[in-house]
């Protein structure tokens, strides 16, 4: 590698940053379609049908996951290494005369990796927000399925004790709405023989 003041030095620089660039972006739009996939993986598995069946388990996705999030740290890693070194060659004294365009080209390579860092960290929160809903989702219907397949027999044993009930209350109700029935009857006899009596 050339000296710190040559312009060979700049361009191999440029070159570093704009190879470390066009991989990241690579890995950023794998990242993501790791990352939409594993949502839409969780989804598939409701219908069961061979075309929603997800090609790669949600482990296998977590480790791929972890994976791909190691290697973009390190290629954001290298970057802002690069674009450091880029600082410095813009405040060296053979590069005072070239310093405008050479702050441009500057600015440029760190707003890509603001970029870069960005969409990685939102990619990122954005899986793990997924990653968390689908474990706590995934836990609420465990526990549905564990009480519509425990309580099959409870439902049994509810509708039978609900049917008994029934048959009890019934004769008790219809033995009490006589009685209310009788007794209407005999305060109206009464009623009708105390009316009698006086007139």
Not at 1 to 7: K, N, P
Not at 43 to 58: A, E, F, I, K, W
Not at 186 to 193: F, N, S, W
């Amino acid at each position: 590698m050339a000296g710190i003041g040559s312009s060979t030095y700049w361009e191999d620089l440029r070159k570093q940053a704009r190879q470390l660039e066009n991989e990241l972006d690579l890995k950023l739009v794998s990242f993501s379609k790791l990352c939409t996939s594993y949502s839409s993986s969780r989804d598939g598995r409701r219908g069961d049908t061979s075309d929603t069946t997800p090609l790669l388990n949600n482990s296998t996705q977590d480790r791929m996951f972890d994976t791909m999030s190691v290697e973009i740290e390190q290629l954001l890693a290298k970057l802002t290494a690069v674009n450091d070194k880029m600082a410095e060659y813009t405040n060296s004294p053979g590069a005072a005369a070239l310093n405008a365009a050479l702050m441009h080209t500057l600015q440029r390579h760190r707003d890509i990796l603001q970029d870069y860092t960005h969409e990685f960290h939102k990619t990122k929160g954005n899986f793990l927000a997924i990653r968390e809903r689908e474990d706590l989702l995934g836990s609420v219907r465990k526990d549905i399925e564990t009480y519509k397949s425990g309580s099959g027999v409870n439902n049994r044993r509810t509708e039978l004790f609900l049917k008994e009930h029934e048959h009890l209350r019934n004769p008790i109700f219809f033995l009490g709405k006589q009685a209310g029935i009788t007794l209407m009857a005999q305060a109206h006899v009464l009623g009708k023989t105390n009316k009698n009596v006086f007139f």
